[in-house]
């Protein structure tokens, strides 16, 4: 595999009847937001299949409880509970 493609973020979500299609965004390096931090612009959109959507996440779930269970990335409060309970977080530093 030779092609490559890098993505700060995924943008939008669609699922029309039985695909599904999404954004990888990244940030730009001409457009700036109001204060003057780069703009998220979609890059390519990726369109699969519903059930290899779902074996995708899938994937990725078990790619972030790997994270979690090797510390690179830990879990942090939400919003609105008490400090030690669990929610995902950023990675670490």
Known sequence: MN????????GDIIVSGTIV???L???STTEKESGGKPKLVAQQRVIMPID???RAVNLMQGSVQD???????????KK???????????PKK
């Open 3 to 10: 092609d490559q493609v890098f993505a700060d973020e995924v």
């Open 21 to 23: 299609r999404f954004d």
């Open 25 to 27: 965004m990244i940030r």
């Open 52 to 54: 290899a959507f779902l």
């Open 67 to 77: 994270m979690l269970k090797k510390g690179v990335i830990s879990r942090a409060p």
């Open 80 to 90: 609105g509970s008490a400090p030690n309970d669990p929610a995902s977080s950023p």
